[in-house]
T-cell receptor, first 114, second 110 residues
């Protein structure tokens, strides 16, 4: 089945550790996105990529890093510089970033700092 | 001011009620509009796109008012299963990204 796969679904991190969240899509979409959602809040854009080997910062990029070496993969690293990383992380993709393109989401990854 | 603003609710309505949500956006260059539904602790899923002429999908009707820069979602004959958070999404092509509202929470009660 076509879709977006995020892993792991649940992740616990000790303070000071870097962690990487995986996101893979087999929809042949050019654009990919990472969002963060805190309890009871809306989605905030962390990073997005319109094409392989290119990405742009979103609204809350500090403390995060990404790469886009392959079209189907857009991993997110939560670094120790992110002071409050506990949140629900959503990866998404769309055919392009152009008008009319629907965004599809993975099932999300829950990150908890312990 | 946020780029996309929604009334957070919560909206608590009885089964069978009609309920309407509004969403305002600040960038007049915005070009595409969507409504997503998000269940508790799940990912958002597309409910419907919003077209300039307005569009309907069963009990759901979406409308766009470009002059006043808002979109709306009307749900008729509410079901218990409609309980969720509804997110409006605005795509501005020259920004290359979509902006989500914070969502409106709907609870439909028996």
């Amino acid at each position: 089945d076509g879709g977006i796969t995020q892993s792991p679904k649940y992740l616990f991190r000790k303070e000071g550790q870097n962690v990487t969240l995986s996101c893979e899509q087999n929809l042949n979409h050019d654009a990919m996105y990472w969002y963060r959602q805190d309890p009871g809040q809306g989605l905030r854009l962390i990073y997005y990529s319109q094409i392989v080997n290119d990405f742009q910062k979103g609204d809350i990029a500090e403390g995060y890093s990404v790469s886009r070496e392959k079209k189907e993969s857009f991993p997110l690293t939560v670094t120790s510089a992110q002071k409050n990383p506990t949140a629900f992380y959503l990866c998404a993709s769309s055919l392009h970033t152009d008008s009319g393109n629907t965004i599809y989401f993975g099932e999300g990854s829950w990150l908890t700092v312990v | 001011r946020k780029e996309v603003e929604q009334d957070p609710g919560p909206f608590n309505v009885p089964e069978g009620a009609t309920v309407a949500f509004n969403c305002t956006y600040s960038n007049s260059a915005s070009q595409s509009f969507f409504w997503y539904r998000q269940d508790c602790r799940k990912e958002p899923k597309l409910l419907m796109s919003v077209y300039s002429s307005g569009n309907e999908d069963g009990r759901f009707t979406a409308q766009l008012n470009r002059a006043s820069q808002y979109i709306s979602l009307l749900i008729r004959d509410s079901k218990l299963s409609d309980s969720a958070t509804y997110l409006c999404v605005v795509l501005t092509t020259n920004a290359g990204k979509s902006t989500f509202g914070d969502g409106t929470t709907l609870t439909v009660k028996p």
